[in-house]
């Protein structure tokens, strides 16, 4: 990148018409700070990927820039491609207590943790990146610890906010520093970089502390054992269920690896305050009086191998659920994610227990940790920006956030709706986006990372719909006519009482096409193989109006 | 089924723990009547499975005892699997003029329409089935003509709701008659059977009135084309879109299959006013000016090949859209849709419309056809039944009816909470579940319908997930060694730069299980195969974490 160009330039690596993988680039001149670097992931289309990470290709380019990352918190979307992107380029890490806490996890399970640098950041950091100057703000979220930024550089001030809402009666004391962030507006923003998850959402966001009173009251109705299903990596509302369980002196035990390893990091690390009497392991559970026990649970989404769904299929080893026991879903269905929770409440319905749940705020046990509209708003009026980049979200958030920042006064040419690889510069005060760099979506699929490629994804897909027909025919290389076979063999074909007799017809019709061939003296093994594909594929989809993969074997003695 | 165990029995054979595939049946003695044969859409675990519908073993083999179906109304859950089930066992199919023309659609796609008996019927209709007589009760829903039915047995009365809500301002006079429900509870009613869809909604459906205001002010509002996407069965939201362009003297385009089919037929047939000016075809919009234009589209739901999303990506070809555009989504996106409506959102900003979108009732748009709790206690109320069977609903929404029932006096122990195939024998006025018939998913998979089987799924799961290699090995008859190969060929399989090496490395260590094997004078093919699965898999696992399906093939010449 040359200054002729641009002083500072600002980009997503991710994060962009996606909720997932955020990851965002500030860059003056000759240095680079990296803000994050979150996994998302797959939809089903991906069939068999696990998680997919930001294409880094352009800070590969240009790693004798980087001067490191910052980490605003500790959600899976921001840090979960950390371990994945330091095995192909290392960068010193900055990040709160807390946040630093979660990451070491992931690094100590991938064995990065005695190779990479890893500073603690609090609110009243100011760290010195070569010629970017980052101080921080604090801002509340539905987790611990976490940070707005501000850059200071020579050609203007840089504000990222991190993921917020303005809470205003916060559990555990996680206030945003309102003052702080008045200062910052007031000493000037060139531009504002806001994240939009709710921008579709009227209102202001409502109080974590509007849990504690639902929280408590039904500690008190439930007869029985109450189990609570939220997201580990928020504290506070495991801290809410703590209170319950001890203003109705349950124990508690933790179910699932996440909840166990972040509520370890949490207490360990003085977020979470959990009285000596308090835990049980699961195994004791059974020997307590239910109405003496609370459980806290991973699998507030579904996900079918987490402790809930196996709690509510009678499938978890130590513990189970009799009619009296009450279980609270504490988190909201992620987009894509109902029809697995629904699942999962039918289970409990069937085993009798009492299942609360709905969407969004309905039943009382669930906030947003995402400012709403008015939140949003509240935040550009503070920060009153020259510039704006509404980012964290898709195309339709990121659209009403430009609406809403028109409102309160930013001018409309000034609002980059941008795509990941956008590059907006700054020169002179003025800012265009007009170029763009490498950016895209990594798979991690087992162990390996790189482009699992559309063709790839392409078979997978016409297998999984399909299945597929195995054709090996042995031709010999000096003679004509078939050794043996054809043979075919099928795998996730349709079924159908008349499939033997397909086969043996697609057989047939395989040796008609290689003795044409061989008559018209074509040697050529692809020319052969692609008239097999395409007389036995044409003939199979006249008979079933399926058109399976057909992979043809010529093997050659 | 002998008549000393029971008189009257009552059944479901799809609509039970789920939504779709609503089938029901009731019989006295020798004389069975079924109610609908809906189809119900795989989800993404049924790869490649393009509908399901109720497996009919138990009519089948009572064939002679069938007197007839009767049909409630046309939604697809009700009407989906009739052209399927009628190709194995033909039955005569009672229904109101609309919902017999929209079977008679499908009938005709299946070349059944000739030797299939139809009957008009009415609410003013009785019907003498053998032992049972039918009759009729108009009820509110979605879609027009709908019917409940009484069937009056010497055992007692049964009701079956159909679908129903109580809309008291309802378009296009489609009144619910209370009257005569009030009539048929004075009677009598010995069990109740109905739908459960909005159980766990609080309060009562708002009416399909209130679409019409919002619908009109959007029309006026709108300064370019205006485009509404919704069911194009729910006739009576035609209606108001077709009111609503009258009044601003649009002229209506129609897109999608369904749309036109369902049209016509309700044109036809009396259920829809288009005045004769307004109507133009798709190819003729790009001429008329914008403000002039409306336009009813399928794809509501975000199916991908649809015409709102070709629209929303520019890809229809007849008609673009443009930033003075409007789209409405007139229907809200069922459970599990949710991602792709989105998706078609963002496409539709990314084009510069204006989008109105929304979940449930927020916009005006769109109201439920399905009763709330309040309508659901009415009912209950209104039928005043000894026993209660709560139909068409997930496992949480029949044990939410169970509920409401319990709350207006129906009796604990006279609540069934069925599965699929329980029956409810009723003798000498008392109803019991003991006993079960067949019941299950049947796949239609193409041209074919059968079970495609759980090795089928789960091999195209795999499939799909890990991929494949296809490991060839030649061997002879007679001698020991191994004439040519292995060949392995991937598809599917993980994307890694070191798989040729990988590759490479699975053909030797074939090549040495095959060679010790024959070193030990195994010549079965299959323990051979066994064994190749085993070493190749292990060792790709160890390499790659991934567990693709091996499929070992041995040629012998």
Same mark, same amino acid.
């Given at each position: 990148?040359?200054?002729?160009?641009?002083?500072? %330039?600002?980009?997503?690596?991710?994060?962009?018409?996606?909720?997932?993988?955020?990851?965002?680039?500030?860059?003056?001149?000759?240095?680079?700070?990296?803000?994050?670097?979150?996994?998302?992931?797959?939809?089903? $289309?991906?069939?068999?990927?696990?998680?997919?990470?930001?294409?880094?290709?352009?800070?590969?380019?240009?790693?004798?820039?980087?001067?490191?990352?910052?980490?605003?918190?500790?959600?899976?979307?921001?840090?979960?491609?950390?371990?994945?992107?330091?095995?192909?380029? /290392? !960068?010193?890490?900055?990040?709160?207590? #807390?946040?630093?806490?979660?990451?070491?996890?992931?690094?100590?399970?991938?064995?990065?943790?005695?190779?990479?640098?890893?500073?603690?950041?609090?609110?009243?950091?100011?760290?010195?990146?070569?010629?970017?100057?980052?101080?921080?703000?604090?801002?509340?979220?539905?987790?611990?610890?976490?940070? *707005?930024?501000?850059?200071?550089?020579?050609?203007?001030?840089?504000?990222?906010?991190?993921?917020?809402?303005?809470?205003?009666?916060?559990?555990?004391?996680?206030?945003?520093?309102?003052?702080?962030?008045?200062?910052?507006?007031?000493?000037?923003?060139?531009?504002?970089?806001?994240?939009?998850?709710?921008?579709?959402?009227?209102?202001?966001?409502?109080?974590?502390?509007?849990?504690? %009173?639902?929280?408590?009251?039904?500690?008190?109705?439930?007869?029985?054992?109450?189990?609570?299903?939220?997201?580990?990596? =928020?504290?506070?509302?495991?801290?809410?269920?703590?209170?319950?369980?001890?203003?109705? /002196?349950?124990?508690?035990?933790?179910?699932?690896?996440?909840?166990? =390893?972040?509520?370890?990091?949490?207490?360990?690390?003085?977020?979470?305050?959990?009285? @000596?009497?308090?835990?049980?392991?699961?195994?004791?559970?059974?020997?307590?009086?239910?109405?003496?026990?609370?459980?806290?649970?991973?699998?507030?989404?579904?996900?079918?191998?987490?402790?809930?769904?196996?709690?509510?299929?009678?499938?978890?080893?130590?513990?189970?659920?009799?009619?009296? @026991?009450?279980?609270? #879903?504490?988190?909201?269905?992620?987009?894509? /994610?109902?029809?697995?929770?629904?699942?999962?409440?039918?289970?409990?319905?069937?085993? *009798?227990?009492?299942?609360?749940?709905?969407?969004?705020?309905? $039943?009382?046990?669930?906030? %947003?940790?995402?400012?709403?509209?008015?939140?949003?708003?509240?935040? +550009?009026?503070?920060?009153?920006?020259?510039?704006?980049?509404?980012?964290?979200?898709?195309?339709?958030?990121?659209?009403?956030?430009?609406?809403?920042?028109?409102?309160? *006064?930013?001018?409309?040419?000034?609002?980059?709706?941008?795509? =990941? *690889?956008?590059?907006?510069?700054?020169?002179?005060? &003025?800012?265009?986006?007009?170029?763009?760099?490498?950016?895209?979506?990594?798979?991690? @699929?087992?162990?390996? $990372?790189?482009?699992?490629?559309?063709?790839?994804?392409?078979?997978?897909?016409?297998?999984?719909?399909?299945?597929?027909?195995?054709?090996?025919?042995?031709?010999?290389?000096?003679?004509?006519?078939?050794?043996?076979?054809?043979? $075919?063999?099928?795998?996730?074909?349709?079924?159908?009482? =008349?499939?033997?007799?397909?086969?043996?017809?697609? /057989?047939?019709? &395989?040796?008609?096409?290689?003795?044409? +061939?061989? @008559?018209?003296?074509?040697?050529?093994?692809?020319?052969?193989?692609?008239?097999?594909?395409?007389?036995?594929?044409?003939?199979?989809?006249?008979?079933?109006?399926?058109?399976? !993969?057909?992979?043809?074997?010529?093997?050659?003695?």
């Amino acid at each position: 990148m040359s200054t002729k160009e641009s002083a500072l %330039s600002i980009f997503a690596l991710g994060g962009i018409n996606e909720i997932g993988k955020n990851m965002y680039v500030v860059q003056y001149k000759d240095d680079i700070v990296v803000i994050d670097c979150g996994g998302k992931f797959p939809d089903e $289309t991906l069939l068999g990927i696990d998680l997919i990470i930001p294409d880094i290709t352009y800070l590969e380019e240009n790693r004798d820039k980087i001067r490191g990352m910052i980490v605003t918190h500790g959600h899976e979307d921001h840090i979960g491609g950390i371990p994945h992107i330091l095995k192909k380029l /290392n !960068m010193p890490i900055y990040a709160t207590h #807390f946040t630093l806490g979660l990451i070491e996890l992931k690094l100590e399970e991938h064995r990065l943790l005695r190779d990479t640098e890893l500073t603690t950041i609090d609110a009243g950091t100011t760290l010195e990146l070569g010629s970017i100057q980052a101080s921080f703000f604090k801002v509340s979220h539905s987790i611990p610890d976490c940070l *707005g930024i501000v850059f200071k550089t020579p050609e203007g001030n840089v504000v990222h906010t991190g993921d917020f809402k303005f809470d205003l009666t916060p559990h555990n004391n996680e206030y945003a520093d309102i003052h702080r962030m008045a200062e910052i507006g007031k000493e000037g923003v060139l531009l504002l970089i806001s994240e939009s998850t709710n921008a579709e959402r009227k209102g202001l966001s409502p109080s974590e502390k509007m849990v504690a %009173s639902h929280m408590d009251e039904a500690f008190l109705r439930a007869p029985g054992k109450i189990i609570v299903s939220t997201f580990a990596s =928020n504290v506070s509302r495991v801290q809410q269920v703590v209170d319950a369980a001890k203003k109705t /002196n349950r124990r508690l035990a933790l179910l699932g690896r996440s909840m166990v =390893n972040v509520v370890s990091v949490a207490m360990e690390r003085g977020y979470l305050n959990i009285p @000596d009497w308090m835990l049980v392991e699961a195994r004791d559970v059974e020997q307590l009086p239910p109405e003496k026990v609370a459980i806290l649970c991973t699998g507030s989404q579904g996900e079918p191998n987490a402790a809930l769904a196996r709690l509510s299929t009678g499938n978890y080893r130590d513990v189970s659920l009799y009619p009296d @026991d009450t279980v609270i #879903f504490a988190a909201s269905p992620i987009p894509g /994610n109902e029809r697995d929770v629904s699942k999962i409440i039918d289970n409990l319905y069937q085993l *009798g227990t009492q299942v609360i749940y709905g969407s969004g705020s309905s $039943t009382g046990m669930h906030v %947003s940790g995402h400012g709403y509209q008015e939140d949003l708003k509240f935040m +550009l009026t503070l920060m009153k920006p020259t510039y704006f980049i509404p980012i964290h979200g898709e195309y339709r958030m990121l659209h009403h956030h430009g609406l809403l920042a028109e409102s309160v *006064g930013v001018k409309r040419d000034n609002i980059f709706i941008i795509k =990941n *690889g956008h590059v907006v510069d700054v020169k002179d005060l &003025v800012a265009r986006q007009t170029r763009s760099i490498p950016s895209g979506d990594i798979f991690v @699929d087992g162990m390996g $990372t790189g482009d699992v490629g559309s063709i790839m994804l392409r078979d997978r897909k016409l297998l999984s719909e399909e299945g597929m027909l195995v054709i090996v025919v042995t031709l010999s290389k000096t003679e004509r006519g078939i050794i043996s076979g054809p043979d $075919t063999i099928t795998r996730g074909f349709t079924f159908d009482q =008349n499939s033997d007799q397909l086969i043996r017809q697609v /057989n047939k019709l &395989v040796t008609k096409t290689v003795m044409e +061939l061989q @008559d018209e003296n074509v040697r050529k093994w692809n020319v052969m193989k692609q008239n097999i594909k395409r007389s036995a594929g044409q003939f199979i989809f006249s008979q079933t109006r399926r058109k399976p !993969m057909i992979l043809p074997i010529i093997i050659e003695i």
